[in-house]
């Protein structure tokens, strides 16, 4: 018996089946091998994202000042390309390398206590940070005199906010901020 394209009977198709069953077979392994190429790919990149984390490193100096460093550490899997680096005081962006600038910040926030604030990186371009790679940003002093390291690491907490952007391998771009109150990240203070 001759099957017509109309028929549309189980035999007609399985006959048709059966006649293309080659190309069937040829265009599901296709399909197939582009969804794998498609997760390798995925796989890939995400194997090779950078996480970067910052926290605040607390310690009293043996010359009697607290030391608070803002520190990025890099806990992902691949490198983490740093483009920029901005630091905010209630919100707002100071610039860390004009001393006016820094000096009426830190008057605001600490009175006539803080010492010292200084900036550790000065980015110019791109910043490479390896996978488990440390970086510190900026490390600022107040006198221990009168105030305790855990109430300068709340008050920067509160006050201070550092918002790194950086890049992974394949070009992704994050931005990660902290050290400010809110955040859900704790800070590690040394003794």
Same mark, same amino acid.
């Given at each position: 018996?001759?099957?017509?394209?109309?028929?549309?009977?189980?035999?007609?198709?399985?006959?048709?089946?059966?006649?293309?069953?080659?190309?069937?077979?040829?265009?599901?392994?296709?399909?197939?091998?582009?969804?794998?190429?498609?997760?390798?790919?995925?796989?890939?990149?995400?194997?090779?994202?950078?996480?970067?984390?910052?926290?605040?490193?607390?310690?009293?100096?043996?010359?009697? !000042?607290? *030391?608070?460093?803002?520190?990025?550490?890099?806990?992902? =899997?691949?490198?983490?390309?740093? #483009?920029?680096? &901005? +630091?905010?005081?209630?919100?707002?962006?100071?610039?860390?390398?004009?001393?006016?600038?820094?000096?009426?910040?830190?008057?605001?926030?600490?009175?006539?206590?803080?010492?010292?604030?200084?900036?550790?990186?000065?980015?110019?371009?791109?910043?490479?940070?390896?996978?488990?790679?440390?970086?510190?940003?900026?490390?600022?002093?107040?006198? !221990?005199? *009168?105030?305790?390291?855990?109430?300068?690491?709340?008050? =920067?907490?509160?006050?201070?906010? #550092?918002?790194? &952007? +950086?890049?992974?391998?394949?070009?992704?771009?994050?931005?990660?901020?902290?050290?400010?109150?809110?955040?859900?990240?704790?800070?590690?203070?040394?003794?």
């Amino acid at each position: 018996m001759e099957c017509t394209s109309v028929c549309g009977t189980a035999a007609c198709l399985l006959g048709w089946a059966d006649a293309h069953a080659t190309a069937i077979v040829a265009l599901i392994a296709l399909t197939f091998s582009f969804w794998q190429i498609r997760t390798f790919r995925e796989h890939n990149r995400l194997s090779v994202r950078p996480r970067m984390f910052l926290w605040l490193d607390s310690s009293t100096e043996a010359d009697g !000042a607290h *030391t608070t460093t803002v520190v990025a550490k890099n806990l992902g =899997l691949g490198p983490a390309y740093v #483009t920029s680096i &901005e +630091y905010q005081f209630n919100g707002l962006p100071v610039d860390v390398h004009d001393p006016v600038a820094v000096k009426n910040v830190m008057d605001a926030a600490f009175g006539h206590r803080w010492v010292k604030a200084s900036p550790l990186v000065d980015i110019r371009g791109v910043l490479p940070i390896p996978k488990d790679g440390e970086l510190a940003l900026l490390r600022i002093q107040t006198e !221990a005199g *009168t105030g305790l390291l855990e109430e300068d690491v709340e008050r =920067l907490r509160k006050n201070f906010k #550092t918002v790194l &952007e +950086y890049l992974s391998a394949y070009n992704e771009v994050f931005r990660e901020s902290g050290s400010t109150a809110g955040t859900g990240r704790t800070h590690h203070v040394r003794a």
